[in-house]
């Protein structure tokens, strides 16, 4: 009787163990798989922040074109300001507004 008392416990216990460790072979896989994940998950988004990075630097050269000579042009027209050669004998107080050196220089238009 003790013999075969003993021989269930062995199988018990040999199976228990073979359970705890299908357990953890099976929550270790999960865990590869979700470590796996989290790093593509982590690749895609450094590389979202380079070309994000990239598209920021790109636009500060935009604003370099919107402060060019042409842009400032532009928008002084639109103010209703005029430049060099708009009107040819415009002056203020009998002294030429307008530099000769190809400078641009904007005068107020007055009524």
């Known amino acids: 009787m003790k013999e075969e008392k003993f021989k269930r416990i062995v199988i018990g216990a040999t199976v228990a163990a073979v359970i705890l460790l299908v357990f953890l072979i099976v929550f270790m896989i999960y865990q590869i798989i979700s ?36 842009w400032l042009e532009m928008a002084a027209r639109k103010l209703g300001l005029l430049g060099a050669g708009d009107v040819a004998d415009l002056s203020v107080d009998g002294a030429d507004a307008f530099s000769g050196e190809g400078e641009i220089v904007y005068e107020i238009c007055r009524d």
């Open 35 to 70: 470590v796996s994940q989290k790093r593509a998950l982590e690749q895609e988004l450094l590389e979202q922040i380079e070309l994000y990075e990239q598209l920021a630097a790109d636009k500060e050269g935009d604003i370099s074109i919107y402060k060019d000579r042409v």
